[in-house]
């Protein structure tokens, strides 16, 4: 839509070429076109309302804007005259992000469709652990994330201190391990594990009707 504009630098801005948008040392935050002060640009991984997803991009790119830099750069440009800035590189912006890679299916018990019949047989039968709602075979599969910081400097006392705010975390064990909460909430495990164990019975009468 920005090439169907008429005004006098039309062509000039048109034979512009798409660049990055340098937000900081270490962020491409998407592409400019950009002739004098007329400009289209392109945001990557925004919606509607820009600021909202990428919210030091639409700050950069207001900030240049106003002050009439390069959008790309933040550098001073030329405005008028014989040899007003434009931006280099490609004539359009095809720029593609890859998604990552997808992350390993787990049994939330909260939402039995994303367990496997053996792992409702697990949960039912009381074996492996649970930590967040997540199974596992063991507690040697569980790792805490890093960042969070658990654990680290938990003195015990009520208040305070230089203890990290993350506390303990959280899990709860089926009887395998003991039986017990580990600083989770209270959780009748007897009355979970009697539905979860109808539930396996009703999932192997529709399967042995299939």
């Known amino acids: 839509m920005s090439l169907a504009v008429d005004y006098p630098g039309k062509a000039a801005f048109k034979a512009a070429g798409y660049q990055d948008i340098r937000v900081n040392s270490s962020y491409v935050g998407g592409q400019v076109r950009q002739h004098g002060n007329f400009s289209f640009v392109r945001v990557y991984q925004a919606g509607h309302l820009v600021p909202s997803y990428q919210p030091e991009t639409a700050y950069v790119i207001f900030d240049r804007m106003i002050r009439g830099l390069s959008i790309a750069t933040g550098d001073k440009i030329t405005r008028s005259g014989s040899n007003v800035y434009s931006t280099t590189g490609p004539p359009n912006s095809n720029t593609t992000l890859k998604a990552p890679n997808r992350l390993p299916q ?96 009703a999932l192997a009468i529709c399967i042995g009707n299939l």
């Open 106 to 201: 787990v049994c939330f018990v909260r939402e039995t469709a994303t367990c496997s019949i053996d792992q409702v047989f697990m949960i039912a039968g009381g074996k492996g652990v649970i930590y967040n709602g997540v199974l596992y075979n063991s507690s040697s599969e569980y790792s805490i994330p890093p960042g969070l910081g658990i654990g680290a400097g938990n003195s015990g006392n009520g208040g305070g201190g230089g203890g990290s705010s993350g506390g303990t975390q959280e899990k709860n064990k089926t009887s395998e391990d003991g039986g017990a909460e580990g600083g989770g909430s209270a959780v009748a495990l007897g009355a979970r594990r009697a539905s979860l164990l109808a539930l396996a019975f």
